[in-house]
């Protein structure tokens, strides 16, 4: 199997599957860890790199999630190999700068991921769709256990698993989940929700751009603390928050049908048209219309959409996975043309 | 106006920059200030906040902090100042000092409760049992329950001599 590979296959997360996956697009857990007596990635030499890098590969094979996975060099890969795995949420996109000591291992369903040489010797990520953050949970466990079977970690007894940032200290767990909210952006509560859910210790994020200006009312949010709580608190505190978070998002979606059926019906069938007939189209209204294309497939409105094709259409109409489908380099406009092919196509 | 940077599109976007205490305004397209904007985002992180809080609650003076070296690695606190990373998993030991509010203010705890890693599992349970007792032991002296201090006592007691390589040094 090769990197291109993927691009023609749909990576498990992106199915659309799992619990509450109308409103949950994705749970994801990642690990930080260290190995014991070297140096943070960014303070140590070419040879203790070339060490981490050797380590870190010979016990892959220990793991059996990682049967069959792929091994890359960052200095292997183009910068648009680089990107197109960012866009597919495989790598932080830290990981595309200065990459001569850099690698990934991706497991051949893109579910987990590690990296290499990033902040920390090892960043082990696992992604699912929908509300599955125990279920990752449980993989990452089982998947730090088998590696620290080759690998010794740095650890202290009084701070746990040390980091490069002690931010990570701890647990050096950070478990985050995306949601698609957006009924609560149009009756205008999200502010208020968001706002309490910063203050019980989460992290929130527009998914594409900034805080609540988020286009596609996208939004991650994350655990802030890693030290002073157990992992399964981390992830049964940032369960019981989102939970909540989604009902919210689903009594509002009810209520937006039952007082506003007719302007929200018109608002899903606008987003629609534009898409379908476009010619020329830029990410950013993408990502907006789609949101309301997602809406509509969950409410049923659209017969022949399915809520998979929706969301894979949020990753390949991103520049990287256009340019990689057209087999070349693309300018902004050029690739604005493309998506917008590309789009029509998918709806056809 | 065209861009600053492509040259070729027109300048909608305009930003000020401040480099080296230096101020300079671009004037930018949407597309190179999208990409502009981005590169600024992800030069300023968590770790640039961090880095603020590293003279927090310095019971030693911060010039003195400053010059500490890690024996290990090299990396002085001086830098991690700068750029709100340690140098190697040592560096924790050897700036504790200086690192112990700072960890206190981020997760408001001070130690580690979750997995621990089977490889040392043995010999660390140990010393964290014991420097869970240790704690339970100072709040009953706190609350004056000197019984319970005692009895917790003679439990750690027993604990070392099962174990002895688990001794907490404190």
New interface residues.
């Given amino acids: 199997m090769t990197l291109d590979d993927f691009l023609h296959q749909e990576s498990e997360w992106l199915k659309g599957t799992g619990p509450r996956s109308n409103i949950v697009m994705s749970s994801r857990t990642r690990l930080a860890r260290?190995l014991?007596?070297?140096?943070?990635s960014?303070?140590a030499d070419k040879k203790q790199l070339e060490t981490i890098l050797d380590s870190v590969r010979g016990a892959m094979d220990s793991v059996s999630f990682l049967k069959g996975s792929m091994f890359f060099r960052m200095k292997d890969l183009s910068d648009i190999d680089k990107v197109f795995l960012v866009e597919r949420h495989l790598m932080s996109?830290?990981h595309t700068r200065s990459g001569e000591y850099k690698a990934l291992i991706v497991d051949p369903k893109e579910i987990v991921s590690i990296m290499v040489n990033e902040?920390d010797h090892l960043r082990i990520q696992v992604l699912q769709s929908g509300f599955n953050i125990k279920e990752t949970w449980r993989i990452i466990?089982e998947i730090?256990?088998a590696l620290?079977?080759k690998l010794?970690?740095?650890?202290?007894?009084?701070?746990?698993?040390?980091t490069?940032?002690?931010?990570n200290?701890?647990?050096g767990?950070r478990g985050s989940i995306m949601l698609h909210l957006p009924a609560l952006v149009f009756t205008a509560q999200i502010e208020r929700v968001l706002g309490a859910t910063a203050k019980l210790g989460l992290n929130i994020r527009g998914f594409y751009g900034?805080g609540t200006e988020a286009s596609g009312n996208l939004f991650q949010i994350s655990n802030q603390?890693?030290?002073?709580?157990?992992?399964d608190d981390i992830i049964d505190n940032l369960e019981r928050i989102i939970d909540q978070i989604v009902s919210r998002e689903d009594s509002s979606r009810n209520t937006l049908i039952s007082k506003n059926k007719e302007a929200l019906t018109d608002r899903i069938w606008r987003a629609y048209g534009t898409l379908k007939s476009a010619h020329i189209i830029t990410s950013r209204e993408t990502v907006a219309l789609l949101s309301a294309i997602r809406l509509g497939v969950d409410l049923g409105v659209f017969k022949d959409l399915n809520r998979e094709m929706v969301t894979e259409l949020f990753i390949s109409t991103q520049p990287a996975h256009l340019q990689k489908l057209s087999g070349k380099i693309l300018t902004?406009e050029e690739r604005d043309v493309k998506r917008a092919d590309l789009i029509r196509e998918k709806l056809k | 106006m065209l861009c600053e940077i492509c040259g070729k599109k027109e300048a909608t976007v305009h930003l000020t920059e401040v480099i080296n205490e230096q101020m300079r305004k671009l004037n930018l397209c949407e597309?190179c200030a999208r990409e502009k904007g981005?590169e600024m985002?992800?030069h300023f992180g968590?770790?640039d906040l961090?880095a603020g809080l590293a003279d927090l609650g310095a019971t030693v003076k911060p010039e003195a902090a400053v010059t500490i070296k890690c024996p290990k690695?090299g990396?002085s606190y001086s830098d991690f100042k700068k750029?709100?990373?340690?140098?190697?998993?040592e560096c924790?030991?050897v700036f504790k000092k200086q690192?112990t509010p700072?960890?206190k203010r981020?997760?408001?705890?001070?130690?580690?409760?979750?997995?621990?890693?089977?490889?040392?599992g043995k010999t660390?349970k140990g010393?964290?049992d014991l420097?869970d007792l240790r704690l339970q032991m100072e709040k009953a002296i706190q609350s004056e329950e000197f019984e319970e201090a005692a009895r917790i006592r003679d439990k750690m007691k027993e604990l070392e001599k099962k174990n002895p390589e688990s001794r907490d040094k404190k």
């Fill in positions: 260290n014991e007596g070297l140096p943070y960014h303070w996109p830290e902040e466990d730090d256990t620290s079977k010794s970690f740095a650890y202290s007894p009084k701070w746990g698993y040390l490069a940032c002690p931010t200290v701890g647990t767990l900034e603390v890693s030290m002073g709580r157990t992992e902004a | 597309d981005a985002e992800e968590l770790s961090l690695c990396f750029i709100g990373r340690l140098g190697c998993s924790y030991e690192l700072i960890l981020i997760h408001s705890a001070d130690r580690h409760v979750g997995k621990v890693p089977i490889q040392v660390v010393v964290k420097q």
